[in-house]
């Protein structure tokens, strides 16, 4: 508990990463008030087609349906969030386990495996993403499995070196000379020592996985059940002369979340990371 | 002779040699991997994988079904079929386009000059612009123009491709009306070969802004912390008590140094500029593979999106060798083989 306020006063020392935490507090709130705040259904037809923004009855104007564009922007926070923050838990399940397993064992299942993950690195994950979506229906869950099978190999080359780093620790070999499993010294002793680094890059794939899960709704390969801010400005481009709102507002909001996430992984990264932070901010 | 005998008498020549052969099995590695892969998804896409491959073109039409059935010969057990597939890939035989009524490779063909002059020219001038700003902003840490340079960077990166490309446009082509919106080149209109670069150049502004923003961002931000790394150790010290000029230092010693991590980096991203560029060319109505790939996926048309997947993936493999060759021009200690 001590601990956890220690690492919270720190946090808060950066004010990057607190105006991060600020705009991305704004962000889950709009997802989770929105059925209060916009009790009509985001695919409904509110008002005229083509209001115009702060003019009467919609905030941020309507939409070619009559649509209102803020409600959609609401109930598209929910889909970003939900997305971004599941998509980067499959990716962490699969990377940690395959860097845990290379490093730990190391030798020709390191080997191998880190082929693979290089592989991986090689081939365009956004066209494999779209790839695996076209093919597997564009449903809920088929964009959150794809988005993590392209984003996990980062994750797995992350695990691996510093299981490798810890591997050769005193402490661990102690924990294996004492005849522990390897499933208990990876659980017990590694991983919770190399949990901050996975921690950060985490919290920024989030924010990479809604950059992706918006470039795939925009090309239309979102759930088409779902409201989200990627197939808003899909849905504007063909009316882009007449109504700029369409498109401007939920980029606008992709921008924020996106940015706050940002600031606030590198402001854990300064926290949890105080000795390497200095080198990782650029990569 | 050996690898090692060639590494060590021929020199720098051999080195090319070794790493042109190197790459030339990573090509053909990723393309059977891709090759597998493909395969395993057309089977694992829900329904008959015949219509799967017919897209949505032959939806209803039996004797459709029963060419694509037996062209792709999948009444034969799976490790038949798996091989036969990969025989064709290696072959370039991509297979056929229903949709088009074309074969995928004379398709991809044709689009693909248009793709590699975006992402190339994306690629390059994010690069040099990336991190000469960052050498601006590292070598003036604590300076206004560094915070400048570091609050923009970390705007544009969290900027979407394709929203900022709808924005460039919203902003050039609708209300100042000074660029194109989209397209390749001014249709219909008489030009000499000089014209035509020049109007094709200018259709390039906007997407190659797009494309190049997030990238610049990235190295600049890298060239920046790597900068100040550098700068700091011991060499760049005696350079300056040796009464090196400033100018010099930064040319010569620290900028060649620091740039290294950033050709890494650039390696590593190419895959994400050629990804962007599928957005990019979906907003721009750019002609090439990403915007066929969108076409496509409107379509269900499956073999278009394989070979649009396996020739992208050759694109970035291309991309990875060319900053390698960049990185041992650099940095002559490293070694063909201890770059990755």
């Known amino acids: 508990m001590r601990r956890a306020l220690n690492t919270l006063a720190s946090f808060l020392r950066h004010p990057a990463g607190v105006i991060g935490l600020v705009i991305l507090i704004g962000v889950v709130v709009l997802a989770i008030v929105a059925p209060t705040l916009f009790p009509v259904d985001p695919w409904d037809m509110v008002a005229a087609p083509f209001q115009p923004p702060f003019d009467g009855e919609t905030w941020l104007g309507s939409d070619m349906l009559g649509r209102d564009v803020a409600a959609c922007i609401a109930y598209g926070a929910r889909v970003s969030l939900l997305i971004g923050v599941s998509s980067t838990l499959a990716a962490l399940v699969i990377g940690v386990t395959v860097g845990a397993v290379a490093g730990y064992f190391g030798g020709r299942v390191d080997e191998v495996l880190m082929r693979f993950v290089e592989l991986f690195q090689t081939i365009p994950g956004f066209i494999l993403a779209i790839l695996l979506v076209a093919t597997l229906g564009p449903s809920l869950t088929n964009v959150i499995l794809a988005i993590g099978a392209v984003s996990w190999p980062q994750l797995a080359r992350l695990t691996r070196a510093e299981f490798l780093r810890l591997r050769s620790r005193e402490f661990v070999q102690a924990a294996v000379c004492q005849g522990q499993p390897p499933l208990s010294v990876v659980l017990r002793h590694i991983l919770p020592n190399a949990v901050s680094p996975i921690i950060v890059t985490g919290s920024l794939m989030i924010a990479s996985s809604i950059l992706i899960e918006s470039a795939l709704s925009f090309m239309g390969l979102g759930d088409p059940n779902l409201m989200s801010w990627g197939f808003m400005i899909g849905a504007s481009r063909s009316v882009m002369r007449q109504a700029w709102w369409m498109s401007v507002f939920p980029g606008i909001a992709i921008f924020l979340t996106v940015l706050a996430i940002n600031l606030v992984g590198e402001g854990l990264n300064d926290t949890l990371n105080p000795r390497l932070s200095r080198k990782a901010r650029g990569a | ?340």
Request: glycine share 8%.
């Open chain 2, 1 to 340: 002779m050996s690898v090692v005998a060639i590494t060590r008498y021929g020199g720098r020549l051999s080195a090319y040699v070794l790493g042109a052969a190197s790459g030339a099995v990573k090509i053909i590695g990723v393309i059977l991997v891709i090759a597998t892969f493909n395969f395993i998804l057309v089977h694992a896409a829900p329904g008959d994988p015949a219509q799967v491959i017919a897209g949505q073109s032959g939806a209803a039409d039996e004797t459709l079904l029963r060419q694509i059935r037996s062209a792709y010969g999948l009444d034969q057990p799976y490790l038949v079929q798996l091989a036969s597939s990969l025989k064709k890939t290696l072959t370039l035989d991509l297979g056929y386009s229903y949709r088009q009524q074309r074969t995928v490779l004379s398709l991809l063909l044709e689009r693909l000059p248009a793709t590699l002059l975006l992402t190339g020219t994306a690629f390059i001038l994010s690069l040099v612009f990336g991190t000469a700003l960052g050498t601006i902003a590292g070598t003036r840490a604590g300076k206004w123009s560094d915070t400048f340079f570091t609050i923009v960077s970390l705007l544009l990166y969290a900027l979407p491709v394709f929203w900022l490309g709808l924005m460039l446009v919203l902003l050039f082509s609708v209300q100042l009306n000074w660029l194109p919106p989209f397209g390749y080149v001014t249709v219909g209109v008489e030009m000499t070969t000089w014209q035509r670069i020049a109007d094709i150049a200018w259709h390039m502004v906007l997407p190659t802004l797009s494309l190049a923003a997030v990238y610049l961002a990235i190295y600049a931000r890298l060239m920046r912390s790597s900068i100040i790394e550098v700068k700091q150790q011991d060499f760049i010290k005696t350079a300056r008590a040796k009464g090196v000029t400033e100018s010099r230092i930064v040319m010569h010693h620290l900028l060649r140094n620091a740039i290294l991590p950033v050709i890494t980096v650039a390696g590593m991203q190419a895959g994400g500029v050629v990804g962007g560029a599928v957005v990019v060319e979906t907003v721009f109505a750019w002609p090439g593979l990403g915007r066929l790939i969108y076409d496509a996926v409107l379509q269900r048309d499956y073999p278009v999106m394989q070979g649009i997947f396996l020739i992208m993936s050759i694109v970035v493999i291309g991309l990875n060798l060319l900053t390698e060759a960049v990185y041992r021009m650099v940095d002559p200690r490293i070694s063909v083989r201890s770059v990755t």
